[in-house]
């Protein structure tokens, strides 16, 4: 009877050794893989960041119109937050692929399935920085041109342009990343509608003396205008 | 490179027959049916009085006329002189954008015209608007002359104006232009030009005809290309300027979006040219030069001044990317004044142009979006000139301006310095 409990002990002792010697390469190479994605993420961050202050990105952003992404930025410092996320993207990956290494089941399907994720997450960031850049544009846009045109609201369109773009951008983005899904697009709509809906009626009943009033008003100053040859 | 010949095959045709011609006067037109008939008797009447003895050709470069203008120019022509008819190239970006002048393609003409002048081998030439209605036969005389017989290659317009038109002239285009190149070309964008042939042939060297410069800045580029060019400049007294009625204020911050735009753009590619001018120096005037009654002119500087204080409050965010601080406050000082007192300093307008200039340069924003929001603070400098020249006669109304345009040179350290 010793013998053979003997013999059970040290059969599960032998597999219990087994099992760890077949997962200790793969610890270890998650260790080797983390270790070499800190180091590369480290250099990526050092060498990102040196270019971005050699090429002037802080200014370029802020004149491209991302002046606000100073704000959100560490240390006012938009190539520190790029350079920053770029290192923690290289990081996420690294550790990733030293998880698979792991070889388990569960590991995998979450590393694959992170994986399979990422895309979305591009293109939903993509979505919104062209979203903010459109939207400021426009914005400038309708500001500048209704300014010159005399309209009396031309802020409150402006930044009506604005969010509406914003908002848009915003709903694209959340459905690429299947956030929601058709209740986002849903809520847009029923945003969208009611604001057209409301200006409609707006218009057609409560401030329709307003805005006849508004409108001789401008008619009587193209009337009025000045005969100045400007050329 | 020399441009090569894209004419019709009728009109090289005609050009071959035509054989050598001394004197060619170039009518650019594009829907003017009601004023081209008398630009075209004007234009044939100055050759046979004043040049009897040369060879004269009228070309009427049309850019697809749909109002019978080509059928007015075939009435209007004399059996003594080549009316030659030739179309130029309108792309369709130029029919749809306006240009100031309400020519489409007006550059796209020009290069027709002075293609067909190098090919009939003129020594002089000249270009005349089809809208005007005030041209007579001495224009031809006065635009032709210094070219083919004083040895000048660039003759510019010296026009009589009412003291309020040609605001955008004498507040930007013609002191920028002053202070930057060193001439004093009182109409640099004046649309009547002359030039000698050997200029004519330069100005085919240039590969801008599907620029920008074929749309909308071929006058200025004409202009500033004979003067860095090195060239004999002179201008020619023509009196008063009178143009086929159409709306002045229309779509007034597209006309100087496009016209300052075009200064722009020129005074990038000159660059290495005028950053070594100081001061400027005159252009000999040519003609008689008389007096003219010009009619009465309606303004409303409420609405001008109006206009500057709306936009100053929302438009300081877009004002701010481009100009400094002290620039800034000048501004808001201004918006604050009252009416009465509303007065734009010199130094203070001088220095706006200049920072949209260089923000134009530098790209701080969409280049669109920064000359269009230049409208509101030159209509307060318009309002503030007006103000100040109300009861004054022609002469003070050009010293007051002679004033403005020595501010612009003195502030060209301000510019240099921050232009590099």
């Known amino acids: ?231 | 490179m020399a441009a090569h010949l894209t004419l019709s095959p009728a009109a090289e045709q005609a050009v071959r027959t035509l054989g050598r011609t001394d004197i060619v006067i170039g009518i650019p037109s594009y829907n003017n049916a009601r004023t081209i008939g008398h630009v075209v008797r004007a234009a044939q009447a100055g050759l046979i009085k004043y040049f009897p003895s040369s060879r004269g050709a009228i070309v009427n470069s049309d850019g697809g006329s749909q109002d019978g203008t080509q059928q007015q120019v075939i009435e209007a022509r004399l059996p003594e002189l080549s009316v030659l008819q030739v179309d130029h190239p309108l792309y369709p970006v130029q029919r749809l954008t306006t240009p100031y002048h309400g020519l489409p393609g007006k550059g796209s003409a020009f290069r027709t015209i002075f293609q067909v002048a190098e090919a009939l081998g003129a020594k002089a030439c000249a270009v005349v608007d089809s809208d005007l209605r005030s041209i007579s036969p001495e224009w031809i005389e006065m635009l032709v002359r210094p070219a083919l017989e004083k040895g000048f290659d660039f003759v510019a317009p010296y026009y009589l104006r009412h003291k309020y038109d040609g605001t955008i002239t004498n507040s930007i285009v013609y002191p920028v232009t002053r202070a930057l190149y060193g001439k004093r070309i009182r109409q640099p964008i004046g649309g009547d030009f002359g030039f000698s042939g050997r200029l004519v042939s330069d100005y085919l060297r240039y590969d801008v005809w599907q620029s920008d410069v074929a749309r909308f800045g071929i006058d200025i580029w004409v202009t500033t290309t004979a003067i860095c060019g090195g060239f004999s400049l002179c201008q020619a007294f023509l009196g008063a300027k009178l143009h086929d009625a159409k709306d002045p204020a229309s779509d007034l911050s597209a006309m100087l979006a496009q016209v300052v735009g075009s200064l722009f753009a020129e005074m990038e590619r000159h660059a290495d040219i005028w950053t070594g001018v100081s001061g400027s120096e005159d252009v000999p005037i040519f003609g008689f030069q008389f007096a003219v009654g010009t009619e009465p002119v309606n303004v409303n500087i409420k609405r001008m001044v109006d206009s500057f204080r709306r936009a100053h409050h929302d438009l300081s965010g877009i004002w701010s990317m481009v100009l400094p601080e002290p620039t800034m406050l000048g501004l808001r000082s201004l918006a604050a004044a009252a009416e009465d007192r509303f007065s734009f300093g010199d130094a203070l307008w001088v220095r706006v142009v200049y920072d949209f200039a260089v923000a134009y340069r530098r790209r701080v924003m969409d280049r669109g979006h920064l000359l269009h929001s230049l409208t509101p603070i030159y209509l307060a400098w318009v309002a503030s000139f007006i103000l100040q020249v109300q009861e004054a006669g022609p002469t003070e109304v050009e010293e007051r301006l002679e004033r403005l345009c020595l501010t612009y040179e003195t502030e060209k350290t301000y510019l240099i310095s921050r232009w590099k």
């Not at chain 1, 002037?56 to 410092?77: H, K, N, Q, T």
């Not at chain 1, 790029?82 to 070889?103: E, K, M, Y």
């Not at chain 1, 908002?167 to 709509?189: K, N």
Request: aromatic share 8%; hydrophobic share 60%.
């Open chain 1, 1 to 231: 009877m010793w013998e053979q409990f003997r013999k059970i002990v040290s059969q599960s002792a032998g597999r219990i050794a087994d099992n760890i010697a077949a997962f200790l390469p793969g610890v270890l190479a998650f260790l080797a893989i983390s270790a070499c994605a800190i180091v590369a993420a480290g250099i990526v961050h050092w060498l990102l960041l040196r270019l971005l202050r050699r090429i002037g990105f802080d200014r370029r952003a802020d004149l491209a119109g991302f002046s606000s992404l100073a704000e959100w930025s560490p240390s006012r410092s938009p190539a520190l937050l790029v350079a920053r996320v770029v290192a923690w993207g290289v990081l996420l990956v690294g550790l990733l692929l030293g998880i698979a290494s792991l070889n388990s089941p569960l590991t995998s399907r979450l590393t694959y399935g992170l994986l399979d994720y990422v895309p979305h997450l591009v293109a939903a960031v993509l979505i919104l920085l062209v979203g903010h850049w459109a939207a400021r544009f426009l914005a400038h846009s309708v500001l500048i041109s209704a300014v010159n045109m005399h309209v009396h609201s031309a802020r409150l369109l402006s930044l009506g342009v604005k969010w509406l773009v914003l908002v848009l951008a915003a709903a694209m983005a959340l459905e690429h990343l299947g956030i929601g899904g058709q209740i986002v697009l849903l809520a847009f709509g029923i945003l969208f509608g009611g604001i057209v809906l409301t200006l409609a009626l707006a218009v057609g009943l409560g401030s329709k003396e307003a805005v006849s009033r508004s409108l001789e008003r401008q008619f009587r100053e193209a009337r009025e205008q000045e005969e100045i040859h400007h050329l």
